[in-house]
């Protein structure tokens, strides 16, 4: 049995995937729905659509989202830890921001989150209506209750208004939260090169591009990553087929914490140590560093550890180039320009 069927075989085992039943969706915003006429067996993939438009809780949404009433000291909006110009990210290790030093993972991007099964690193979260209420009444992050936010906005004249050109009922807590996830659903990223060359743009990928799929396919990193957000679908360990917290450990990269519990934090389930949603790998080469724990740099750094610890295959230089290369041709466009510079791509 080749690498990659092993791989299949372990992502089975450890991967709890779900149907659209398990996933309850909140009409928050136009449901995007797959389409069988791209992904097949060999191309298990599809391009993102080129119009997410969102409704007209939208702008509302980007508004609260600028806005410093959303923390407790006014310091914070939560664009601070998901900056459009770093990849919707914070582009550190770990989160830290103000005086918040929490410092327990790393903060993962706010794009294409309409394509997620699950929300945050362990997957504590459902919908993203529910994860509003993790950043915003985390002590380590926002810190508010929505008690005070919601007496915040309610003293405001401008954002009675607003709120009521959108919701008949005004300033609620669930309107709050419906406005700020539609916005967030509306964070898409099309035209990659690779999306382009999904819709029969063959020469969207160049020659090494191309290599670095067929690798992708063949090695078998389409058991994790595939579907219309490449990755994101599914739970998976950490692992598999080496000791990579050891190894961390071992190489200085850091002590095991409890955020490396992934899963378990939420199950309490021992065989959900060290498992963690599978990250898209969309616009990958803007969001450095890399992993949950915030210890790899670059892309190259990410493809050899993947491949060491994931495929138990130890990649020549020659793999590792052409796997990065098709890595940054999922760099999506966001207002028209592509979200980050090709010299700003997979380092940090």
């Not at 995937?17 to 069988?36: G, H, K, L, N, T």
């Not at 709050?176 to 029969?200: C, E, K, M, W």
């Not at 990410?302 to 793999?319: F, H, I, K, P, S």
Request: some cysteine; hydrophobic content about 35%; charged content about 20%.
């Amino acid at each position: 049995m080749g690498v990659g069927r092993w791989l299949v075989l372990a992502c089975a085992l450890v991967a709890c995937r779900f149907s659209d039943r398990d996933r309850p969706q909140e009409e928050v915003a136009p449901i995007y729905r797959p389409s069988p006429s791209f992904a097949t067996v060999d191309n298990p993939f599809e391009p993102l659509p080129q119009n997410m438009a969102g409704g007209p809780a939208t702008e509302l949404g980007r508004k609260l989202y600028a806005d410093t009433i959303m923390s407790v000291d006014g310091s914070l909006t939560c664009f601070s830890c998901h900056d459009m110009r770093k990849g919707g990210t914070d582009g550190l290790p770990k989160a830290s921001v103000a005086s918040r030093q929490n410092g327990q993972i790393n903060t993962g991007t706010i794009f294409n989150l309409a394509f997620n099964f699950r929300f945050n690193w362990n997957g504590q979260f459902v919908t993203l209506l529910d994860h509003v209420n993790g950043p915003l009444t985390g002590k380590n992050i926002m810190g508010m209750s929505w008690s005070e936010l919601l007496r915040r906005v309610k003293s405001s004249d401008e954002y009675q208004r607003l709120f009521a050109k959108v919701y008949p009922d005004g300033v609620t807590i669930e309107n709050i939260r419906h406005a700020v996830t539609a916005f967030q659903l509306s964070l898409v990223t099309p035209n990659a090169p690779f999306d382009r060359y999904l819709r029969g743009q063959t020469q969207a990928l160049d020659a090494q591009q191309h290599e670095g799929y067929h690798l992708f396919k063949s090695l078998g990193c389409v058991s994790c990553h595939q579907g219309i957000n490449v990755g994101g679908n599914l739970f998976a360990k950490i692992g598999v087929m080496g000791e990579y917290f050891a190894d961390r450990q071992r190489e200085g990269r850091g002590p095991l914490t409890e955020a490396d519990y992934g899963r378990f934090l939420v199950t309490h389930n021992l065989l959900h140590r060290y498992v963690f949603r599978v990250p898209s790998l969309r616009n990958v080469a803007c969001t450095a560093p890399y992993f949950h724990d915030g210890s790899l740099e670059s892309l190259e750094e990410v493809v050899v550890a993947m491949g060491r610890y994931q495929l138990g295959r130890e990649l020549n230089d020659a793999e590792v180039l052409a796997l990065v290369a098709f890595l940054r041709s999922l760099t999506g466009e966001h207002e028209g320009r592509p979200l980050c510079s090709p010299d700003e791509q997979g380092h940090s």
